[in-house]
């Protein structure tokens, strides 16, 4: 098993791969890195519609007592942790208007809950300990996986559950980075790598992928062509370009997910 500061370097610097070399950002009509607040509101509504519960959800809500207590990590609108029904959460996150979605949501499924507007782990000295913690799509956005991941521990009595891509979550437009601008995208990390280095930090993590529909961040809609060619960092010149790339090769319509619990 390797070290956990050498898993941890070399989580960091696979990530660092991903960058968007520095001159296609510098030509791009606008920043490639852009957020919508939309898309996390509209997977909290369908997570809290679904019927069924996914294998995050039933690994998180087998270690919830009645009335137990949730923290919710990155907690976007509450879709990791509303749909559980818990006595109380608490949600941290660094967007004020996710927090304010997810407050209302709570309010709405009468749940007691706190908001904590800021960064894991930077936030970790003013969050309580609960029974669950939950952290979902967020492992891909941190460097420092080692530092993120060992407070999520220290703050669940019963069990931690994550949940993750099989594989980078912008691995879908690699066609596209080739097509256009004759660039390799990296193939690592996977999900594979964080839970070599979760095992490395001495954690007992368990494993289970399901098949989920695409919720892409914000490349669906009538708005989809513009987005992928903004995070693409394509001029309007090129749109037609890629609209022949999507045709030929479509996003996908699933993906493996991946839930690890410990």
């Not at 891509?165 to 066609?175: C, I, Y």
Request: hydrophobic share 45%; glycine share 4%.
């Amino acid at each position: 098993m390797p070290e956990p500061a050498d898993a941890n370097a070399r989580w960091t610097e696979m990530l660092s791969r991903w960058a968007i070399p520095e001159e296609l950002i510098a030509a791009a009509p606008e920043p490639p890195y852009f957020f919508d607040p939309q898309v996390f509101i509209d997977a909290a509504d369908e997570a809290l519609d679904r019927d069924h519960d996914t294998p995050s959800d039933a690994v998180a809500r087998a270690a919830l007592p009645a009335g137990g207590t949730v923290l919710d990590v990155a907690c976007g609108a509450g879709a990791a942790s509303l749909r559980l029904s818990p006595g109380s959460v608490v949600g941290v996150d660094p967007s004020r208007p996710l927090l304010d979605a997810f407050a209302e949501r709570a309010t709405r499924l009468a749940i007691p809950a706190t908001t904590l507007e800021g960064v894991w782990p930077d936030t970790a000295s003013q969050t309580p300990v609960s029974d669950v913690v939950v952290c979902h799509h967020i492992l891909y956005n941190v460097t420092d996986l080692a530092a993120f991941a060992a407070p999520l521990d220290q703050h669940a009595h019963r069990r931690v559950v994550v949940e993750l891509t099989a594989v980078h979550p912008m691995a879908w437009m690699a066609p596209y980075w080739k097509a256009l601008y004759g660039l390799d995208q990296p193939t690592r990390p996977i999900a594979e790598d964080a839970v070599a280095l979760l095992e490395a930090l001495g954690l007992d993590v368990h494993e289970q992928r399901f098949q989920r529909r695409y919720q892409m961040i914000g490349e669906n809609g009538e708005q989809s062509l513009q987005r992928i060619a903004r995070r693409l960092c394509l001029s309007p010149a090129r749109h037609d370009e890629l609209a022949d790339l999507l045709a030929t090769s479509p996003p996908p319509l699933e993906r493996e997910m991946v839930t690890l619990w410990w």
